[in-house]
């Protein structure tokens, strides 16, 4: 008796990364972007952020997300956001401590990078047309000066 092929095992090997997987997903913020001062006071707690290694942890822990870290003399610390949709986001830690500052680093990286907009007051939406009308250039009559 021949061995029995299953009609399942005929078909190609499946990936070990299915495409519905935790890999698939494409964090929206793809630049982290670090900025302090030697010199300022404002920055002791960025300068500690930086020197505990966080910045550091953040890329190991983000791997899609690229973390720089640029000194910018006599300015106030800053964390930028740099997302795929071409918009930047930037949050000013200055006199923060470090945990609080990772904390502003992890709230840039779970933003979607979106704008802002407020859900509780929509905007105005008419439902009948202007009693004027609607303005259009082409309609306008040329006016000749005098």
């Known amino acids: 008796m021949s061995p029995r ?9 499946l990936p070990s990364t299915a495409p519905s997987s935790r890999s698939a997903f494409i964090l929206p913020c793809k630049k982290l972007v670090v900025q302090y001062s030697e010199i300022q006071g404002s920055n002791r707690g960025m300068r500690d952020f930086i020197g505990q290694g966080l910045p550091v942890d953040i890329a190991r822990r983000y791997p899609g997300v690229e973390v720089v870290v640029e000194r910018r003399e006599a300015k106030h610390p800053v964390l930028r956001g740099v997302y795929n949709n071409g918009r930047t986001k930037e949050i ?3 006199n923060l401590p470090p945990n609080s500052i990772l ?3 992890q709230l840039l990286l779970d933003s979607s990078g ?3 907009v407020s859900i509780k007051r929509p905007g105005v939406v008419s439902t009948t047309e202007s009693v004027r009308g609607v303005w259009s250039a082409f309609h306008d009559e040329v006016r000749q000066a005098a």
């Open 5 to 13: 092929i299953l009609r399942s095992s005929l078909s190609a090997p």
């Open 92 to 94: 000013c830690v200055r």
């Open 103 to 105: 904390a502003k680093a």
């Open 114 to 116: 979106q704008k802002i």
